[in-house]
């Protein structure tokens, strides 16, 4: 038989996708693993931060330098209606403080549930275990014939939901740029995105766990600041992470510097000097939780770096010595090495060119049959629920055209 739609990859993109096309067209799900929306379930540490709160106008500045290119899509399927398709299905959400919004119960799989429970009254056909290697057009690109699993499959509309290469456990091993190279598209440079970096000589091994709010970041290449944002950083056993780490990832590369103030303002050194001169006795570490919101682990750690006894008093405290304190909590300064890689990374950065892609509808330039959602394309967000909102916004997209096509013809 000829399907009107195949759709490579069960997450949550290829699932939202088969949810939304009329229940009056032919629908088959291909995924290579025996269960869906592995990757979704791991989402939020399976909590799931589905999206964000707010005005959707706000999402587009969190796309990097995409963003402003999916607006029609966001609008069209924004956070607001994206909460109704669940709660119109049961599912209650909340938003925290941060303007993250989960489901209530904390639970992915609640979500998925509802994925699902919608692809069965729609009548959606699931194979599992079948791994799309390979698509080819016949009948003058009318048909797409593909082969996943050893079987042979036809449709008059190809999706392609396959993910990106994040993860690649999840299965979203990158084949699906493979299957689009197959049909004459291009691919855009991939990197890991949202992920934690490895600097030169890192020295806070032992402050694992630690994080600081607002911390302002600098990014330089060559001498030369390329960025300059503030949010929340982490020190790991080896490595920087946090959201703004993690969401800084995308524009890195080995080499770069990135700096790290913890004060959040200029403070001059003789407003330091003055604050230690004042005092007097006091131990310097006491004095500095004092001046800054270090916690005191990391002021001693600071100081044993540079060579000053942290018991010593504010008093003996040289102008050299107050330069190499200030510079530590104002310019701490690493060199970046390497970033932690697929296996670590929440998103992919590259995928399908969007100049191949109509963004107006999701199909392809070439060919207004073949179709692409989700992580595959090139959009990667930053952390709080982006990612999520543009795989669930671009599969609503890409059903309604298709419902358009189909239906009227
Ligand atoms: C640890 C982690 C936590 C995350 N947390 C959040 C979060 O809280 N909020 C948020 O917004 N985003 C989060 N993300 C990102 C989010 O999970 C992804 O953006 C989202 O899953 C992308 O959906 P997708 O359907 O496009 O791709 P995927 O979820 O990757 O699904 C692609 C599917 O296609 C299948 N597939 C791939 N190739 C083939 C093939 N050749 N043949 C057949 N099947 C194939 C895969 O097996 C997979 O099931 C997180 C990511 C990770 C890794």
Same mark, same amino acid.
């Given at each position: 038989?000829?399907?009107?739609?195949?759709?490579?990859?069960?997450?949550?993109?290829?699932?939202?996708?088969?949810?939304? *096309?009329?229940?009056?067209? $032919?629908?088959?799900?291909? @995924?290579?693993?025996? !269960?869906?929306?592995?990757?979704? #379930?791991?989402?939020?540490?399976?909590?799931? %931060?589905? !999206?964000?709160?707010?005005?959707?106008?706000?999402?587009?500045?969190?796309?990097?330098?995409?963003?402003?290119?999916?607006?029609?899509?966001?609008? /069209?399927? %924004?956070?607001?209606?994206?909460?109704?398709?669940?709660?119109? &299905?049961?599912?209650?959400?909340?938003?925290?403080?941060?303007?993250?919004?989960?489901?209530?119960?904390?639970?992915?799989?609640?979500?998925?549930?509802?994925?699902?429970?919608?692809?069965?009254?729609?009548?959606?056909?699931?194979?599992?275990?079948?791994?799309?290697?390979?698509?080819?057009?016949?009948?003058?690109?009318? *048909?797409?014939?593909? *082969?996943?699993?050893?079987?042979?499959? @036809?449709?008059? =509309?190809?999706?392609?939901?396959?993910?990106?290469?994040?993860?690649?456990?999840?299965?979203?091993?990158?084949?699906?740029?493979?299957?689009?190279?197959?049909?004459?598209?291009?691919?855009?440079? *991939?990197?890991?995105?949202?992920?934690?970096?490895?600097?030169?000589?890192?020295?806070?091994?032992?402050?694992?766990?630690?994080?600081?709010?607002?911390?302002?970041?600098?990014?330089? &290449?060559?001498? /030369?600041?390329? &960025?300059?944002?503030?949010?929340?950083?982490?020190?790991? =056993?080896?490595?920087?992470?946090?959201?703004?780490?993690?969401?800084?990832?995308?524009?890195?590369?080995? /080499?770069?510097?990135? &700096?790290?103030?913890?004060?959040?303002? $200029?403070?001059?050194?003789?407003?330091?000097?003055?604050?230690?001169?004042?005092?007097?006795?006091?131990?310097?570490?006491?004095? #500095?939780?004092?001046? !800054?919101?270090?916690? /005191?682990?990391?002021?001693?750690?600071?100081?044993?770096?540079?060579?000053?006894?942290?018991?010593?008093?504010?008093?003996?405290?040289?102008?050299?010595?107050?330069?190499?304190?200030?510079?530590?909590?104002?310019?701490?300064?690493?060199?970046?090495?390497?970033?932690?890689?697929?296996?670590?990374?929440?998103?992919?950065?590259?995928?399908?060119?969007?100049?191949?892609?109509?963004?107006?509808?999701?199909?392809?330039?070439?060919?207004?049959?073949?179709?692409?959602?989700?992580?595959?394309?090139?959009?990667?967000?930053? !952390?709080?629920?982006?990612?999520?909102?543009?795989?669930?916004?671009?599969?609503?997209?890409?059903?309604?055209?298709?419902?358009?096509?189909?239906?009227?013809?």
């Amino acid at each position: 038989m000829t399907y009107d739609v195949i759709i490579v990859g069960g997450g949550p993109a290829g699932l939202f996708t088969a949810c939304n *096309i009329d229940k009056k067209l $032919k629908v088959l799900v291909l @995924e290579k693993n025996k !269960t869906l929306g592995i990757k979704f #379930l791991m989402s939020g540490g399976g909590q799931c %931060n589905i !999206t964000h709160g707010g005005n959707i106008k706000n999402f587009l500045k969190h796309y990097g330098n995409n963003g402003q290119k999916i607006r029609q899509i966001l609008y /069209k399927f %924004n956070n607001q209606q994206l909460i109704k398709f669940f709660k119109d &299905r049961g599912i209650n959400f909340v938003e925290r403080e941060d303007k993250k919004i989960f489901p209530a119960s904390f639970k992915a799989a609640d979500i998925l549930d509802v994925l699902l429970k919608v692809c069965k009254n729609n009548g959606v056909d699931i194979k599992y275990e079948s791994n799309v290697e390979n698509v080819t057009f016949i009948n003058d690109k009318s *048909i797409f014939k593909v *082969i996943g699993n050893k079987k042979m499959y @036809e449709s008059r =509309h190809f999706v392609l939901a396959a993910g990106g290469c994040s993860y690649p456990t999840t299965g979203s091993d990158g084949s699906g740029f493979n299957l689009g190279k197959q049909l004459g598209i291009k691919i855009t440079k *991939i990197k890991p995105s949202l992920v934690p970096i490895y600097v030169k000589d890192y020295p806070y091994s032992e402050l694992a766990g630690l994080s600081y709010k607002d911390i302002n970041v600098q990014i330089f &290449r060559e001498n /030369k600041k390329i &960025r300059e944002e503030e949010g929340d950083i982490l020190f790991t =056993h080896d490595c920087l992470s946090g959201p703004l780490i993690l969401n800084l990832s995308r524009y890195l590369k080995k /080499k770069d510097i990135i &700096r790290l103030n913890y004060l959040n303002e $200029k403070i001059e050194t003789i407003k330091l000097s003055n604050f230690l001169k004042n005092k007097g006795k006091i131990q310097i570490n006491t004095a #500095l939780k004092e001046f !800054t919101n270090l916690s /005191k682990k990391h002021t001693d750690l600071i100081l044993k770096n540079i060579d000053i006894n942290h018991e010593k008093k504010c008093s003996q405290i040289n102008n050299i010595e107050t330069k190499k304190i200030l510079s530590k909590i104002i310019l701490d300064e690493f060199e970046i090495v390497r970033n932690a890689g697929f296996n670590k990374a929440m998103a992919t950065c590259g995928g399908i060119d969007l100049n191949d892609i109509d963004l107006k509808t999701l199909s392809a330039k070439n060919n207004n049959r073949l179709w692409f959602v989700g992580e595959i394309i090139d959009i990667d967000g930053d !952390t709080g629920g982006y990612n999520l909102q543009f795989a669930f916004s671009s599969a609503k997209k890409c059903a309604e055209n298709i419902n358009n096509i189909c239906i009227s013809v």
